[in-house]
Every structure is written in C-alpha cells, then in structure tokens.
C-alpha cells in the first residue's frame, strides 16, 4: 500500500533553515507527481510546491518563492522540501502527498514552528 513518511520537522528561528524530507514506498514512486501542503492551526491545506517525475518544480506557492526549493530522488524514492530564510508565517504541519486516481494519499505530516 502506499505509505508518505515525514521527517525533519521542528522549531527554528525566524530566518533559519530545515530540510524536509517524504520517504515513498507501495508504488512506482518515478513515475507520480509528488507534492508538499501545508497547513496553520485555523487555516485550510494549501499547496506548497509540486514536482513532476522528471524533477522539475511544476508549482511553487508565492509566499515561498525565493525561500523554499522542491527536489527528489528517484532511485532513493524521496521528495524534499529545503526551506530557507523562514519566517513565522510558515509554521504549519507540513504533509507529502501524492495522487493516484482517484485518491490523494497523504503523510501523517510534520511539525515546522518558526519563533524565537
């Protein structure tokens, strides 16, 4: 079955850096689009950045724009989101999530709190 693990999660300081990082299994990870969402406590899921099988950023949300990049590996099948220059504003749950029609899976996401 398909299975999105989260990881890299965690509290930094307003203009700091984290990695996160979806370890994939249960399917042909190479060949789907993988995406990182996010989501603030009162706030809906929004799309934070997509990428295609081949590796090119097919979307990237304009509040991290400049700060965030999206990559993966295929042959580790993971996806990563490098999250620069953060700010308060970005403390969220982040989750990976991939879609195999007609369903979205998700991860159980992780935790980003951005305060000094």
């Known amino acids: 079955q398909v299975q999105l693990v989260e990881s890299g999660g965690g509290l930094v300081q307003p203009g700091g850096s984290l990695r996160l990082s979806c370890a994939a299994s249960?399917?042909?990870?190479?060949?789907?689009?993988m995406s990182w969402y996010r989501q603030a406590p009162g706030k809906e899921r929004e799309l934070v950045a997509r990428?295609?099988?081949?590796?090119?950023?097919?979307d990237l949300a304009d509040a991290v724009k400049g700060r965030f990049t999206i990559s993966r590996d295929n042959a580790k099948n993971t996806v990563d989101l490098q999250m620069n220059s953060l700010r308060p504003e970005d403390t969220a749950v982040y989750y990976c999530?991939?879609?195999?029609?007609?369903?979205?899976?998700w991860g159980r996401g992780t935790q980003v709190t951005v305060s000094s």
């Open positions: 249960g399917f042909s990870f190479s060949t789907y689009v």
């Open positions: 999530s991939t879609r195999r029609f007609p369903t979205t899976y």
């Open positions: 990428i295609t099988p081949g590796g090119v950023t097919a």
